[in-house]
C-alpha cells in the first residue's frame, strides 16, 4: 500500500502564499505523475495542478495559472504546491494524488485545509 501524506495547509490573508507537501511512500511503487486536487464545502473536487515524473510535464487549471506552481522532489518521492496571490475561492481542502501509469490517479491523501481570509 502507498502513503500520501500532505502538510502545509493553514490559514492565510488574500494575497498571501501557502506551500503545501506531498510524502509518497509504503511498498515499492512507481510513480507516472502526481497531482494537486482541491474541493471547497459544497463544490466537487477539481483539478488544481499535475506533474509527470520522467519528462517533467506540467498542466494547471486555468484558475490557478499564473499564481501556482506544481514542483517534484524525485529523491523524495514528493510533490509541492506553491500558491501566491491566494484568494478566497481558493479556499478548499486540498489533495494530492499519485498515479503509477498515465490513466488514472491510483492513490489519494487525506488532505490539508486551505482558508483564505478575505
Known amino acids: 500500500q502507498v502513503q500520501l501524506v500532505e502538510s502545509g495547509g493553514g490559514l492565510v490573508q488574500t494575497g498571501g502564499p501557502l506551500r503545501l507537501s506531498c510524502v509518497a511512500s509504503g511498498r515499492s511503487f512507481s510513480i507516472h505523475h502526481m497531482g494537486w486536487f482541491r474541493q471547497a464545502p459544497g463544490k466537487e473536487r477539481e483539478f488544481v495542478a499535475q506533474i509527470t515524473w520522467s519528462e517533467r510535464m506540467i498542466y494547471y487549471a486555468d484558475s490557478v495559472k499564473g499564481r501556482f506552481t506544481i514542483s517534484r522532489d524525485n529523491a523524495m518521492n514528493t510533490v509541492y504546491l506553491q500558491m501566491n496571490s491566494l484568494k478566497p475561492e481558493d479556499t478548499a481542502v486540498y489533495y494530492c494524488?499519485?498515479?503509477?501509469?498515465?490513466?488514472?490517479?491510483?492513490?489519494w491523501g487525506q488532505g490539508t485545509q486551505v482558508t483564505v481570509s478575505s
Open positions: 494524488a499519485l498515479a503509477e501509469n498515465p490513466e488514472r490517479y491510483d492513490y
